[in-house]
């Protein structure tokens, strides 16, 4: 009898119950969109430009009626693909000139990364879906927590909180614009590879193709009993 694959058991200590529909969904039935925004470097705007930026900031704010969370997240750049591919670049230029060039911008970035980290800085916006808003009351919510399963099924739970987060989403959309900013919604493979590198920060970038990457066995036995019993 093969012996059984131990299982990843780690997601059960989480609060995430699963990703879909561009949604992460939470074990007590709350779920969240998150939009990803690009930035502005507000020291390089005129006086008039940082002015505007503050008021239409402010009005963004002011808008609201809904909780947001704005998630900052700064990841050290690992550039060795980058310097490989500028030696590379070396040993195709015949240009003298050119390549002694090549060589000292290699060495200035080299001698940079050493004494200073590269990060790579990403700005997200978290719009929460509660779990109220399905009719689920304080005291049972934290029952279901307990009991490991979610109030309602998980394609309802779904369908009523893209009805209340959809139009949130196109608010903050049109009000990050007015700042000069552009924000698109994390589909879900977006989703599962920003929060495996959140559990995850020393395992380097991740590519999966579907949710079937973070919920495959991690650890899986390979020795067949035949092969056991020889080396034994």
């Known amino acids: 009898m093969p012996p059984a694959p131990i299982k990843a058991s780690t997601q059960d200590h989480l609060d995430i119950e699963d990703i879909r529909n561009d949604l992460v969904i939470l074990k007590d039935g709350s779920c969240c969109l998150i939009l990803q925004t690009t930035a502005v470097n507000f ?58 060039q090549l060589v000292k911008y290699r060495d200035f970035i080299t001698q940079t990364v050493k004494e200073n980290d590269v990060l790579d800085k990403k700005f997200y916006i978290v719009i929460p879906f509660s779990a109220l808003e399905l009719g689920v009351s304080s005291t049972l919510s ?28 196109d608010h903050l959309v049109g009000q990050l614009t007015r700042l000069g900013l552009k924000a698109k919604q994390l589909t879900t493979p977006e989703l599962i590879k920003l929060l495996f590198g959140y559990y995850n920060p020393d395992a380097g970038s991740a590519d999966f193709a579907d949710k079937a990457g973070y919920d495959a066995p991690i650890i899986e036995a390979a020795v067949s009993e035949d092969e056991g019993n020889k080396k034994l």
């Open 43 to 100: 020291s390089l705007l005129s006086e008039g430009e940082q002015d505007a930026t503050i008021y239409a900031y402010a009005g963004m704010l002011n808008s609201l009626t809904f909780p947001v969370q704005i998630l900052i997240h700064s990841q050290k750049k690992n550039i060795q693909s980058y310097l490989a591919l500028l030696n590379t670049q070396e040993q195709k230029i015949k240009n003298p000139l050119l390549k002694g």
């Open 142 to 169: 934290s029952v279901v927590r307990k009991s490991k399963g979610l109030p309602f099924d998980k394609d309802y739970i779904i369908q009523k909180a893209a009805t209340a987060l959809v139009p949130k989403r």
